[in-house]
């Protein structure tokens, strides 16, 4: 998922997921960061990631990275 917004600060980036903060825009509803954060262990239990990259000004895209099930795991 990509967007054209005004991107994420670096150091913000390199901790966005990974702790319960959240990047609070003016007029937005109030977010604690635990969604990033849970998506991002969830991926990780079963061998997936969460990959977000972003560069101000440009904008930010966030990959969800999940593996692919084998036969013989339904």
């Known amino acids: 998922v990509s967007d054209n917004g005004c991107g994420i600060p670096a150091e913000l ?3 966005l997921g990974r702790r319960r ?3 609070r825009k003016t007029g937005s ?3 604690s960061g635990i969604a990033l954060l849970n ?9 997936g990631a969460l990959k ?3 560069k101000l000004g440009f904008g930010t895209t ?3 990275v999940i593996p692919q099930a084998g036969a013989n795991s339904l």
Do not use: M, N
């Open 13 to 15: 980036l390199a901790v």
């Open 21 to 23: 903060i959240s990047h």
């Open 29 to 31: 509803i109030s977010a």
């Open 39 to 47: 998506a991002r262990q969830a991926l990780e239990a079963c061998g």
């Open 52 to 54: 977000i990259d972003s």
């Open 62 to 64: 966030v990959s969800l």
